[in-house]
């Protein structure tokens, strides 16, 4: 069984709605319609669980702020 929804919108609507988000928010839109949010998901539970280990932002610049 399946259920199907019909929605009209408006792209002007669409429009002003994204022109009304937050930074953050239109971050993670760009990031959902690119395709690269799974991506982002999956790298924040590897982080979260523990999988893999972050760099603080002296190892990250390390040399670059050195030499």
Same mark, same amino acid.
């Given at each position: %069984?399946?259920i *199907?929804?019909?929605?009209?919108?408006?792209?002007?609507? +669409?429009?002003?709605?994204i022109?009304?988000?937050?930074?953050?928010d239109?971050? %993670?839109l +760009?990031? +959902?319609?690119?395709g690269?949010? &799974?991506?982002?998901a999956?790298r +924040?539970?590897?982080?979260?669980?523990?999988?893999v280990?972050?760099?603080? &932002?002296?190892e990250?610049?390390?040399?670059v702020l050195? *030499?």
């Amino acid at each position: %069984m399946s259920i *199907g929804v019909t929605v009209e919108l408006k792209v002007e609507e +669409l429009a002003n709605s994204i022109k009304k988000l937050n930074k953050t928010d239109k971050e %993670m839109l +760009l990031l +959902l319609l690119s395709g690269e949010g &799974r991506e982002i998901a999956k790298r +924040l539970k590897d982080i979260k669980s523990k999988k893999v280990k972050t760099l603080s &932002r002296e190892e990250v610049f390390r040399d670059v702020l050195q *030499g």
